[in-house]
């Protein structure tokens, strides 16, 4: 890349992570936009990374709306109907998953998506496609069969790598809903992260008029950047990260501390400091101000090398520059996993690529003359 199109990929990176800030700044924003932040290349990554309301709010609060050109349209009308879905399609999909598994008694944990798009600053800013409840294995039966009288039918069946099961509704034909009883497969990255003793630490929580349960700020924060971080999500996401800022900034603004110290004990329990580590670095650019000396990071070797380039300023805009190996390497807490990891990827992944080489030969040899 030249230098001129490095400057304009930072630019344009610089102004997706200002539309993740809770509170942008719209001086950063021209600033962006005059230092050669290329708009449309912003609105094409905002899109993907699900961040298309945020980026029209910050360019909005900079009035700098026409340097969309044509496809300010295009995001005009997608941050209208997701504004429509949020205030009358939403409360309707949370109510008819939450309220038929309380009224029975079952206490559902409500997270991701409804429960962090109450933090954010405007209906509609926190796209969705589900609802993700949470509920202990012994009662993932029970609350199938409740859901199932009221209205809910299974779409897909949560067996073998699955750890959920994804229900629809023709009411909500727009949400699904994911009933967990687990967070991670054996073939993911092998956190410690145990959704029963998470259900355990429940507490009672508004979501969309309902009453229901979310996790505790410290847990949610963990499992948030976990769920960013898994081996294939990879952070390509920004709505990931701009979830973390908004939270914490809400809870700055209910006067409600987070409690740092109790986030590392929740992520060294769940062997995924480094996971949690990143997505905290990431979010400090959407404005996040969390202590880096807690969540320290590898800075040396392979995994520094990568660690680096996940928390440049381009990441938004160049993910595909780092493979998954060097992803999960870098991000696996455990020394014992990294080395088996190691071994599979330049003993095991050598061997298999000598075999391909092997066999593409004898294929070769075979179209040749008979001797």
Known sequence: MSDDGRHVTEQTATLLWEACRRNPDPAAV???LAGGADPAEAARAA?????GALLWRVLAAADSLDALGPDRFTLGDMVETLKMEAVLLLPRAVALAVGP??????EPVVFKGPAVAARYPEPGMRPM???DLLLPRADHQHALEVLGRAGWQVTRPGAGEHYDTVLSHREVPTFLLEVHYGLETASERPTALDSDSLWARRQPLQCAGTPAFGLPPAE???VL???AGKPHHRFVRLVWIADLAMIVGHAEEQHTAIDWERVLGVARTARCVPVVGVALAMAARAGLD????LFPLPTSGW???SIRRLLSVTWPLTQLDLTDYQFNYALTDSRAARAGMLYRHLVLGHGLRNRARRLAGLGHRSLGPRP
């Open 101 to 106: 598994l309380t009224e029975v008694g079952l």
């Open 225 to 227: 950047a976990a769920h």
């Open 290 to 293: 969390a202590p880096s000396n």
């Open 30 to 32: 021209r600033r962006a």
């Open 303 to 305: 995994r520094g090398d």
């Open 129 to 131: 496609d589900d609802i």
């Open 47 to 51: 899109s993907d990374q699900r961040i």
């Open 220 to 222: 949610e924060i963990v």
